[in-house]
C-alpha cells in the first residue's frame, strides 16, 4: 500500500553499469540502456551513471561516453552523471562534454559533480597529475566550469563551445558534509551518496537547508539521497537477489573489485561476524524486500529525511530481477499502471 510520503516522491535511477561474472561491459552497456528504455516509461526522473575507474566490478569509468550513448537511447528521460568526478577532469573539458551532451539532447542534461577521485591513489593520479591540490580546489573548480557554461563568458579569451550559455543544471554530490556546505553556499541543488556512506546524511541535510542561498539555478533548497533497493514480489526472493549485493559490498571491504555475482543460497560461511557487521554498518540504508516491506521502509524514511527525491541502486545480478525491482517502486508510487510495457527479456546479457 502506497503511502503519503512514497506516492509525493519523485524517483530516479542510478546506474553503476555493474560488470557481471560470465559477461563482458558490453553486456552491460546493453543491459543499461534497456534498464533506461524501462525508467523512462514507468516514471523515473532521471537516470544518471557514475564515474568510477580501474575497478572490474564497473563498466563507467568514461561516463560523458556513456550518459551519450543513454540519452540516444531513451527520449524524455533526463541523463546525466552521479557524477563527475571534477579532481580527474580540467573543468573546461567537462564544460566541453556537457555542452555537447546538452546540444545534443536539449533539456534532458544533467551535471551531477563529486569531489573524490572515484578510484585509488595511484589510479588517480595515472588520471591527473596535479592531484596533490585537485580535492582542495574543487569550490574554485566548481566556480570555473559555472562560469564556462555561463552566457556571461562569450567575452573571455577561454570559452567552451558548445556549452556557453546553455542551461544546464549542475548538482553536487557528497558523502560528507563538505559538499553540503559548498552547495548551500552556491545555490545548487545537494545529492548525498547514503547508498554507500549512510554516516553524514541526516547531519549534512540539515546543514544544507540551513544554510541554502537562493541562486540564479535554484531559489529553495533541492535535496536527494542515493540508496540502495532490492524489490522482488516476496520477502524471501529479495533477500536470495541481496547476496550478491552482499558480495559487492563485501568486495569493498576486502579490497577486491571482482566482477558482480551471482545470488547465492545463503551467506553463511562465506564472511566473518566482523565482515557482515561492516558491510551491514556501510549498507544502512539498503531496502531489501517485498512491496509492503519496500513501501514501509521507504515511506519511513522519506519521512525522516524529508528529501523530495530519491535515486535508486540496485545491485542485482539477473537482469530480469533487476526491472523487476525498479518496476515495483513504480508500481508503488503509482506510476507504473497505465505505463506502456516493454518486453523483458530473462538474463538479456
Known amino acids: 500500500m502506497t503511502t503519503a510520503p512514497l506516492a509525493s516522491l519523485t524517483l530516479s535511477v542510478l546506474d553503476l553499469a555493474p560488470i557481471l561474472a560470465g559477461y563482458t561491459p558490453a553486456d552491460t552497456f546493453r543491459n543499461t540502456v534497456d534498464l533506461a528504455r524501462h525508467a523512462e516509461q514507468w516514471g523515473y526522473q532521471r537516470y544518471w551513471l557514475a564515474e568510477h575507474h580501474n575497478m572490474a566490478s564497473i ?11 543513454v540519452a540516444g537511447g531513451t527520449s524524455t528521460i533526463r541523463v546525466g552523471s552521479g557524477g563527475i568526478m571534477l579532481p580527474n ?82 548538482w553536487l554530490l557528497g558523502s560528507s558534509t563538505y559538499s553540503a556546505q559548498l552547495a548551500a ?44 533497493v532490492i524489490a522482488a514480489d516476496t520477502d524471501e526472493e529479495a533477500e536470495r537477489l541481496a547476496t550478491s549485493f552482499y558480495v559487492f559490498a ?6 577486491t573489485t571482482l566482477p558482480l555475482q551471482p545470488p547465492l543460497e545463503s551467506m553463511d560461511g562465506y564472511w566473518t561476524d566482523y565482515e557482515e557487521a561492516a558491510v551491514r554498518q556501510m549498507m544502512t540504508y539498503v531496502f531489501i ?30 537482469h530480469a530481477a533487476r526491472l523487476r525491482s525498479y518496476e515495483i517502486l513504480a508500481e508503488l508510487k503509482g506510476t507504473a499502471q497505465n505505463a506502456v510495457k516493454l518486453e523483458v527479456v530473462p538474463n538479456q546479457v
Do not use: W
Open 289 to 318: 524486500g517485498g512491496p509492503e516491506t519496500i513501501a514501509r521502509k521507504l515511506d519511513q524514511f522519506v519521512a525522516k529525511t524529508q528529501v523530495k527525491e530519491v535515486m535508486v541502486v540496485s545491485h542485482i545480478y539477473e
Open 59 to 69: 563498466a563507467s569509468s568514461a561516463t560523458s561516453i556513456l550518459i551519450g550513448h
Open 185 to 228: 553556499l552556491l545555490g545548487l541543488p545537494f545529492a548525498f551518496a547514503s547508498h554507500f556512506a549512510p554516516t553524514y546524511l541526516h547531519e549534512a541535510l540539515n546543514l544544507y537547508r540551513n544554510n541554502f542561498r537562493p541562486s540564479a539555478q535554484l531559489s529553495e533548497p533541492y535535496s536527494m539521497a542515493c540508496i540502495n
Open 89 to 170: 577532469h580540467a573543468p573546461l573539458v567537462i564544460a566541453e562534454q556537457f555542452g555537447t551532451l546538452a546540444t545534443l539532447y536539449p533539456g534532458r542534461i544533467d551535471l551531477g559533480l563529486g569531489r573524490a577521485p572515484g578510484t585509488d591513489q595511484l589510479t588517480a593520479m595515472a588520471l591527473r597529475r596535479d592531484q596533490h591540490t585537485a580535492a582542495n580546489d574543487f569550490p574554485q573548480n566548481v566556480q570555473e566550469l559555472q562560469t564556462y557554461l555561463s552566457a556571461e563568458n562569450r567575452g573571455s579569451r577561454v570559452r567552451a563551445v558548445p556549452g556557453e550559455g546553455l542551461d544546464i543544471p549542475i
Open 250 to 255: 563485501l568486495g569493498i571491504i576486502r579490497g
